[in-house]
């Protein structure tokens, strides 16, 4: 399965963007799909995950509140809301998909990534 995520850019601390993460080459609704980031100097972490259906999703405690995760099965597409965005949100963000109902939570079990997308959160 072949990941594009797109939607980063430098926004404003208490500024929001919305991260798309596009998936081709496979039947999309039968992955489930996590967002994980990368801060520089940092390891990469889970930000959230979707399950296939999407009806089950989690956040990290540090976004819970402020981002929101979706899908679009129709559109072959995950989306993150990120809202609120603080410096610290700074990072390379990822996505990775799961041909399981349940999604990734470490990086170290993904085997595949696709290319990242940039936010960068000015204060």
């Known amino acids: 399965v072949q990941l594009q995520a797109s939607g980063g850019g430098l926004v404003q601390a208490g500024g929001s963007l919305r991260l798309s993460c596009a998936l081709s080459?496979?039947?999309?609704?039968?992955?489930?799909v996590s967002w994980f980031r990368q801060a520089p100097g940092k390891e990469r972490e889970f930000v959230s995950g979707?399950?296939?259906?999407?009806?089950?999703?989690s956040y990290a405690d540090s976004v819970k509140g402020r981002f929101t995760i979706s899908r679009d099965n129709a559109k072959n597409t995950v989306y993150l809301q990120t809202n609120t965005l603080r410096p610290e949100d700074t990072a390379v963000y990822y996505c990775?998909?799961?041909?399981?109902?349940?999604?990734?939570?470490?990086?170290?079990?993904?085997?595949?990534w696709g290319q990242g997308t940039l936010v960068t959160v000015s204060s």
């Open positions: 979707i399950t296939r259906s999407g009806s089950v999703t």
């Open positions: 990775a998909a799961r041909p399981s109902s349940g999604y990734y939570t470490k990086p170290s079990d993904v085997s595949s």
């Open positions: 080459g496979r039947t999309f609704s039968h992955y489930a």
